[in-house]
């Protein structure tokens, strides 16, 4: 069977879950673990996140208007907020206001960037 390169983002992305929720049930110190490997390292970590949803960005936007994937990402925010509300407290208590757009203005400047290409599509 021949799968498209949205399917292979979906498959890889499922597999990483059920692995992940695998460990969880099973032997949550050993994914605790490799979740602390992996966040030890944040600069490299943000680079390869980026690259990897510029990539997928490149596949889904060949199948999906911005519109329609900017919906999805209403969806996932949401989903996220659901799982994180617990934690934010502690998570903003580390933020420090004055450094806040030099350190996230590539962040910012690509959400502003879907934000305008959606608006785009909305009303022009």
């Not at 292979?8 to 049930?25: D, E, P, R, T």
């Not at 949803?53 to 994937?69: K, N, P, R, S």
């Not at 999805?72 to 450094?99: E, P, Q, R, T, Y």
């Not at 690509?110 to 290409?117: D, E, F, K, V, Y």
């Amino acid at each position: 069977m021949t799968y498209t390169p949205i399917e292979i983002i979906a498959m890889i992305f499922l597999v990483s879950g059920v692995i992940k929720m695998i460990y969880l049930i099973v032997n949550p110190n050993a994914w605790m673990n490799f979740a602390n490997k992996i966040y030890s390292k944040p600069k490299p970590l943000k680079y390869i996140s980026l690259i990897l949803a510029a990539i997928i960005f490149y596949y889904l936007i060949q199948v999906f208007t911005m519109v329609e994937i900017f919906a999805v990402m209403a969806f996932m925010a949401l989903i996220i907020v659901f799982g994180m509300a617990d934690h934010v407290g502690k998570i903003l208590k580390s933020f420090k206001i004055k450094n806040m757009w030099k350190e996230y203005w590539i962040y910012t400047l690509i959400w502003i960037a879907l934000m305008a290409w959606v608006i785009k599509e909305l009303f022009f």
